[in-house]
């Protein structure tokens, strides 16, 4: 075999396009490889002695002759990463290398290109990119539908505090008027009661403000805005709104909230959520007991020593030896059952009365808690005395960092 033959034998067999243009005869193609006409559907024959123009369209053959002149001048190979080529079976794509050769015999300036069909790589590359775009949206939407169902959940609880809340602005509202009728009268300038009465009334007035703004934060539909706050406030707040329906109820309420604790990063409203949320589910817990109570507390613990907690040591966010706020809300009603232990942050699932809430509590509940970067769990209290609720929390210097 001839050392030509050799040559076209390789070329010919080599899994890549391979291609020569003699720069000095108008870069008329004098090589074309079997390759070559696989990914171009043209055969040698009718490609060899023709130029860019006569074998590919005006756009594609000035910037093929564009990127040839561009090799010669720098006298280097030059990489083009997605080189498209119109051809009579379609638009291909091509990974092309042209380099720049003297023929030693001839003298002629050649370029030569090596090309890689890159097609169905750059298929699969946009169809990838649109399901990663279709992915963001659907994410988004889900998030949007997890927003909406949080904010159902919310004006829900308004439902069933607002009459709680109005009867709470009534007491203030009393002592306004009880004020306005004995300032009313002919009174004595140096009546020892003015001041103090005075001073009820701006209480009252600070009190009904009070209430109604928590009720007002509370309703708000925002998108999740997270705050340095204190769980001591957040506790505040939230008993406050909901101290019409603890003592219709007749349950006796603790505190245990440590003052020193570190700031938490929350969004106050949605975080109310959660506390009201739970709260009320206690109190229903303890209809039927003797002398239901409450008891709401709150520390700030390395993480290793929260007791019974080794799932939130293996959530993405904490790390052994993290610090940590431990809220817990423990009741001395019924208690769960073990057939419904698994069940409860299932969305729609519910141990109330049909008819009476959506199902959707604990699950609104456990998703804003994650969106907070933090951990929920709901068990039943030795000696089945009731249920205890554990929220762990990162401190805000965590959260900050996360």
Request: glycine letters at 4%; hydrophobic letters at 40%.
């Amino acid at each position: 075999m001839s050392r030509s033959s050799l040559v076209e034998s390789v070329l010919d067999n080599l899994p890549v396009a391979v291609f020569a243009k003699d720069a000095t005869d108008d870069f008329r193609f004098v090589l074309w490889n079997q390759k070559q006409e696989v990914i171009t559907g043209l055969q040698a024959e009718k490609a060899v002695g023709r130029n860019d123009y006569d074998l590919f369209s005006k756009e594609s053959a000035d910037y093929f002759r564009d990127v040839d002149k561009a090799v010669l001048k720098k006298g280097k190979p030059l990489e083009v990463p997605d080189e498209v080529v119109e051809t009579a079976l379609g638009e291909i794509h091509m990974k092309t290398v042209k380099i720049p050769v003297v023929d030693s015999e001839t003298g002629r300036l050649l370029v030569v290109g090596i090309s890689e069909d890159i097609t169905e790589r750059v298929k699969a590359r946009e169809q990838l990119e649109k399901m990663n775009k279709d992915l963001s949206k659907t994410n988004q939407e889900l998030q949007d539908t997890q927003m909406q169902l949080i904010q159902a959940e919310k004006l829900e609880s308004i439902g069933r505090l607002a009459a709680g809340v109005a009867h709470e602005v009534k007491n203030p509202l009393a002592m306004l008027l009880l004020g306005v009728d004995y300032l009313s009268k002919d009174l004595d300038p140096e009546d020892p009661n003015i001041d103090e009465i005075l001073i009820q009334m701006k209480d009252a007035i600070h009190r009904a403000d009070r209430i109604v703004r928590g009720l007002v934060d509370f309703s708000s539909n925002r998108s999740l805005t997270k705050e340095e706050t204190t769980v001591t406030s957040l506790v505040e707040e939230v008993l406050l709104l909901v101290r019409h329906e603890i003592t219709k109820a007749s349950v006796k309420i603790t505190e245990d909230v440590s003052e020193d604790l570190p700031p938490v990063y929350l969004d106050t409203s949605k975080f109310q959520q959660v506390m009201i949320n739970l709260i009320m589910n206690a109190v229903h817990a303890m209809a039927e007991t003797e002398k239901p109570t409450l008891k709401i507390s709150a520390k700030a613990m390395s993480l290793e020593e929260v007791e019974k907690n080794q799932g939130a040591r293996t959530y993405k966010v904490f790390r052994k030896g993290d610090l940590v706020v431990v809220l817990e809300i423990r009741d001395n009603g019924s208690g769960i059952s073990d057939a419904n232990v698994a069940k409860l942050f299932d969305p729609f699932f519910t141990t109330k009365a049909t008819g009476v809430g959506t199902g959707l509590g604990l699950s609104v509940v456990r998703k804003i808690v994650e969106l907070h970067n933090g951990e929920i769990s709901l068990n039943n209290r030795k000696n089945n005395q009731g249920a205890i609720v554990q929220i762990i929390l990162p401190t805000r210097a965590h959260a900050e960092v996360t």
